[in-house]
């Protein structure tokens, strides 16, 4: 019987990861480090995301198709946008990809729940829209305009659909959002000298403070990992590589680090144990690793196109360019679907659902027997009937 038992709870665990309960993936050790091309639509892609199983890209050029998605990132498959606006960003977060555009007529926000049909939706204004991202249960993206009024540099969403308006901590460019350690972190170019205001952070999206950058640069992308915000940019004042990177526990205390190389640094992720930011400028060196997000490593690119973003996921890095190439995508990695192991597998693996966590499965097995039991003797009056042998 204990025995019967096992193989049926492994057999329901099974079905349950077919259905979408997840296991590890392991990275390939090469993650980040060595990179190839990948065969796109020839477009302007300014931002790559990953959810659902699927990589999503955005364009800012094309006619009925500036998406494109990937199960695995390197087959890539045109998708119809909800407008031929200038995509800049997309997120994916609540079960939703949320993209925002610097184009467009009351509709600079499409979302999709799969990545391939996309509805257009309401911004709350017509502004340059530059970065969205997700956290805490919220849509928060960022502008590089407001007609001079800081209350619309920055909206929020709860669902991706409805946006409201927010004051933004100072009339910046902002350029990216990200979120980390329970705060929203907001990035912006140089522009007056004043490094007091480069960086603004809140809580909750809605309500900002600004922020002292640790240099006055144009900072373009900011991640959060293993307690660390890091930022990297694509311009600094004095020529040098020492500035391009900046580091902060909390996101309101900032310090200078040295970037492998002077290049335009447009975008950085964590994956894989390594920070990877990939540029727009360099010869052969556009791609850049840390462990710490201190010390940086050159890594030779695909090629010398113009990456704009790179995401990480199931042990694989892809970065995407906007130079209207067939190439428009490459990757590192070895990407790591999610396995639907069998119950035979899982026993191999030496799981026993009887000394693990399964044992919640099990007690819904026999909640379910007992109702149908409790069911069958309702309905003969009595107690179940017994069979003879």
């Not at 364009?59 to 390197?74: C, E, F, I």
């Not at 980390?180 to 309500?207: C, E, H, K, Q, W």
Request: no cysteine; proline share 4%.
């Amino acid at each position: 019987m204990k025995t019967a038992f096992r193989s049926l709870i492994l057999a329901f665990i099974s079905f349950g990861l077919a259905i979408g309960i997840t296991t590890p993936s392991a990275a390939s050790g090469t993650a980040g480090t060595t990179w190839t091309l990948s065969t796109t639509p020839a477009e302007s892609w300014r931002s790559v995301a990953f959810g659902n199983g699927l990589f999503v890209a955005v364009a800012s050029s094309g006619t009925g198709n500036r998406v494109m998605t990937s199960p695995d990132g390197d087959t890539w498959t045109a998708r119809t946008s909800a407008a031929d606006n200038e995509w800049r960003s997309v997120a994916f977060g609540n079960g939703l990809f949320v993209a925002v555009a610097a184009s467009g007529s009351g509709n600079r926000v499409m979302t999709s729940p799969d990545g391939i049909t996309w509805t257009a939706r309401t911004s709350a204004a017509d502004n340059d829209w530059r970065s969205v991202a997700f956290g805490n249960g919220l849509f928060v993206a960022v502008s590089d305009n407001g007609a001079g009024d800081v209350n619309n540099r920055v909206m929020t969403s709860p669902d991706g659909i409805t946006w409201t308006a927010r004051t933004a901590a100072a009339d910046n460019r902002w350029r990216s959002v990200g979120y980390g350690n329970g705060l929203f972190v907001a990035l912006s170019l140089y522009d007056d000298g004043n490094v007091n205001n480069r960086v603004m952070t809140s809580p909750d999206g809605i309500a900002w403070t600004a922020r002292t950058a640790a240099s006055d640069q144009d900072w373009n992308s900011v991640t959060y990992a293993n307690g660390l915000f890091v930022a990297v940019s694509d311009k600094d004042n004095d020529g040098s590589a020492n500035d391009r990177v900046m580091t902060s526990p909390d996101g309101i205390t900032w310090t200078a680090r040295t970037a492998a190389q002077n290049r335009d640094w447009n975008s950085v992720t964590y994956g894989s144990g390594l920070f990877v930011a990939v540029s727009g400028s360099g010869t052969g060196d556009r791609v850049m690793t840390s462990p710490d997000g201190i010390s940086w490593t050159s890594q030779t690119s695909a090629a010398d196109d113009y990456w704009v973003s790179v995401t990480y996921a199931n042990g694989l890095f892809v970065a995407v360019n906007d130079s209207e190439t067939s190439s428009g995508v490459m990757i590192s990695g070895v990407f790591t679907p999610t396995p639907t192991p069998s119950p035979g597998e899982l026993a191999a693996t030496g799981f026993d659902p009887l000394t693990s966590a399964a044992p919640a499965l099990a007690a819904i097995l026999v909640g379910l027997v007992v109702v149908a039991l409790r069911r069958k003797k309702s309905r003969n009056g009595g107690a179940p009937r017994e069979h003879s042998a």
